[in-house]
T-cell receptor
């Protein structure tokens, strides 16, 4: 039981490059989330998916797209990376029976030069 | 503008004493509150939660207090242990639990 896994752990991009951050959970949770963590800002919600087939914007969705591929997987895509997207990205999942506690992955540290 | 605020970026406490971490929020519609703990290079892990219908919830050494009129919650850790040294985030959610709003975190250092 791996919980929430994220790939890659680290990534360096040049401005304008694209990439996809992968997230998978094996807890059969319906809800999945993408956050970014910046110094002094805490975690800010980028996008979330309340169930398979649905996605919604969070607080800071600009510059990102998401895909809920199936119940297990939720990916985050940066189409044209910008230095302002340098951050640590966390994926999380939750379910009603967990008391809405969110289970987080280990994070992806992304640097955009 | 942040809807959940943790105004103390850091807190230092002696081992065995009480640690009190504070959190304020602006949206009176928040229905559910959680505390997470985060070690470096790891994702946050859930610590304790409280519903807006309660004013206190305990789990071992951890107690969360909610003051709805003041829009304030606090996390008490008694007794504090060196292993409690981490960053603590509070988070709040509306009734639908789809969006969680996090504070900026408080770094707790428990000195042996």
């Amino acid at each position: 039981n791996a919980g929430v896994t994220q790939t890659p752990k680290f990534q360096v991009l040049k401005t304008g490059q694209s990439m996809t951050l992968q997230c998978a959970q094996d807890m059969n949770h319906n809800s999945m989330y993408w956050y970014r963590q910046d110094p002094g800002m805490g975690l800010r919600l980028i996008y979330y998916s309340a169930s398979e087939g649905t996605t919604d914007k969070g607080e800071v969705p600009n510059g990102y797209n998401v895909s809920r591929l199936n119940k297990r997987e939720f990916s985050l895509r940066l189409e044209s990376a910008a230095p302002s997207q340098t951050s640590v990205y966390f994926c999380a999942s939750s379910e009603a029976w967990t008391g809405y506690e969110q289970f987080f992955g280990p994070g992806t540290r992304l640097t955009v030069l | 503008d942040q809807q959940v605020k943790q105004n103390s970026p850091s807190l230092s406490v002696q081992e065995g004493r009480i640690s009190i971490l504070n959190c304020d929020y602006t949206n009176s519609m928040f229905d559910y509150f959680l505390w997470y703990k985060k070690y470096p290079a790891e994702g946050p892990t859930f610590l304790i939660s409280i519903s807006s219908i309660k004013d206190k919830n305990e789990d071992g050494r951890f107690t969360v207090f909610l003051n709805k009129s003041a829009k304030h919650l606090s996390l008490h850790i008694v007794p504090s242990q060196p292993g409690d040294s981490a960053v603590y985030f509070c988070a709040a959610s509306l009734y639908n639990f789809n969006k969680f709003y996090f504070g900026s975190g408080t770094k707790l250092n428990v000195k042996p």
